[in-house]
Nanobody, 126 residues
């Protein structure tokens, strides 16, 4: 069983930056594809970014491409989401997700992830 704990959320002004962190435990981290999803009030959960377990391939939603960067540190069992040039529409609860051996196909689909964190709130004021 994999446990995920997010941190780093908060309140930031538009144009600012935040770095989210997700600590994983209980699994073989190097075999986990890691993803970030977000959910704004009244909206469905949406894909933000992901990084595969092999080859360290990354994927981003069009809305964050060029502003957000996902990375992982297998030695520390951590995944990060660096968020720059934040906009008010980035306001949401951000969730870390994991799945073992998930490949590039399906990496953007929430249902493909077996493990989820509790979420961390990101609020961007305009």
């Amino acid at each position: 069983q994999v446990q995920l704990v997010e941190s780093g959320g908060g309140l930031v002004q538009a144009g600012g930056s935040l770095r989210l962190s997700c600590a994983a435990s209980g699994g073989i981290f190097s075999r986990l594809t890691m993803g970030w999803f977000r959910q704004a009030p009244g909206k469905e959960r949406e894909f933000v970014a992901a990084i595969t377990w092999i080859g360290v391939s990354t994927s981003y939603s069009d809305s964050v491409k060029g502003r957000f960067t996902i990375s992982r540190d297998n030695a520390k069992n951590m995944v990060y989401l660096q968020m720059n040039s934040l906009k008010s529409e980035d306001t949401a609860v951000y969730y870390c997700a994991a799945d073992a051996l998930l490949g590039q196909v399906g990496i953007r689909i929430a249902d493909h992830y077996d493990y989820w964190g509790q979420g961390t709130q990101v609020t961007v004021s305009s």
